[in-house]
């Protein structure tokens, strides 16, 4: 590629929203990152990786009830070692957050969630992405994976898609749905997951000139 370019994806589950992340990325020769940054979090941070999951699964659980009203909105800091809120779900995720930004700093890339656009909202050479589709497209493709048929496999999309605007909103104060947040909003269920990827690279060449991807 000609300049660096950083692409976040977000998806509702079953959208296939991974699948067009990595596509992308190999088409482009780019790195792909989606729970390597845990890894790397855990790394840089020093902090076990089951902790940073944990994490997750508590915000998780925040989606319901008086819970999914909490928030605690980053705002790029680190909390040291020394202090006592040092493995809190915040500073797990100000340290994911902080590899982003390294990962931004150095890098093209596609990067998978963990509220990744709004982390890098500030900066002029990211592209945000969100992948959705029809209930009946999510529920073909998720069938794939799981287990579950019917009104059963309906409720774990629907629950799986919860715990992620649950994680969004309780970080980012933003709901994770609403198109304003992302510069392209994408139907997989009628693009397939192919013309996607050409959406994305064709917005990229709009935005940042028809040759950025040589």
């Not at 940073?52 to 989606?63: G, Q, V, Y």
């Not at 928030?71 to 202090?83: A, Q, T």
């Not at 799981?146 to 992620?164: A, R």
């Amino acid at each position: 590629m000609k300049q660096k370019i950083v692409i976040t994806i977000a998806r509702q589950y079953g959208s296939g929203g991974r699948t067009v992340g990595e596509m992308l990325a190999n088409e482009l020769g780019i790195h792909y990152y989606n729970n390597e940054l845990v890894v790397l979090a855990s790394e840089k941070s020093g902090i076990s990786e089951e902790l940073f999951r944990k994490a997750d699964e508590r915000i998780a659980k925040r989606a319901t009830g008086i819970f999914g009203k909490m928030k605690d909105i980053y705002n790029g800091g680190l909390i040291s070692p020394e202090d006592e809120n040092f493995v809190s779900d915040k500073n797990l995720f100000n340290y994911q957050a902080d590899v982003i930004k390294e990962i931004a700093d150095r890098e093209s890339c596609v990067i998978i969630g963990r509220a990744a656009d709004f982390v890098l909202k500030d900066r002029d050479d990211v592209v945000s992405v969100f992948v959705h589709a029809p209930l009946d497209f999510l529920m073909e493709q998720a069938a794939k994976k799981q287990p579950f048929t019917g009104k059963e496999l309906e409720k774990y999309i629907e629950k799986t898609d919860l715990q992620k605007a649950a994680y969004y909103n309780y970080y980012t104060g933003q709901i994770w749905s609403d198109a304003r947040n992302y510069d392209l909003c994408l139907n997989s269920g009628k693009l397939g997951f192919e013309k996607c990827v050409e959406e994305i690279k064709a917005y990229m060449k709009v935005r940042f000139g028809e040759d950025c991807l040589d």
